[in-house]
């Protein structure tokens, strides 16, 4: 009998916090983004770093990549994926101004002068 009152009391608990046995999995897409990196081309140095417009929004401000350090990742930033209107401004001067186009999961590299 105590050994019925037990397996009843186990079985109710475990039922009532959910427990499964087996595997769950969870399967779900990329997420819906891409990114853009920045690297300095030509000789300017940008310690201060930068200001992005992307599609015309507030900026938002971004390091440069010195060409030796592309060995390893660098500072990557976040977009969605898609047609945009880039805007790349240092000290009042545009350095960068175009449409870009970028894919899911894709890494946009923009060579400054």
């Known amino acids: 009998m105590r050994t019925k009152i037990i397996l009843i009391v186990a079985f109710l608990f475990g039922s ?42 507030p900026a938002f401000p971004a390091k440069v990549d010195k060409i030796e350090k592309l060995k390893v990742r660098g500072n990557v930033y976040v ?23 970028v894919g899911n999961q894709e890494t946009k590299k923009i060579t400054l002068p």
Do not use: P, W
């Open 16 to 57: 009532l916090t959910g427990c499964k046995v087996g595997n769950v999995t969870h399967t779900g897409g990329m997420d819906n983004q891409s990114y853009l990196q920045f690297i300095q081309g030509g000789d300017t140095k940008y310690e201060q770093g930068v200001e992005v417009y992307v599609d015309n929004n």
């Open 79 to 101: 977009i969605k994926e898609g047609r945009h209107h880039l805007k790349v401004v240092s000290d009042g001067n545009a350095l960068y101004e175009k449409d870009i186009i």
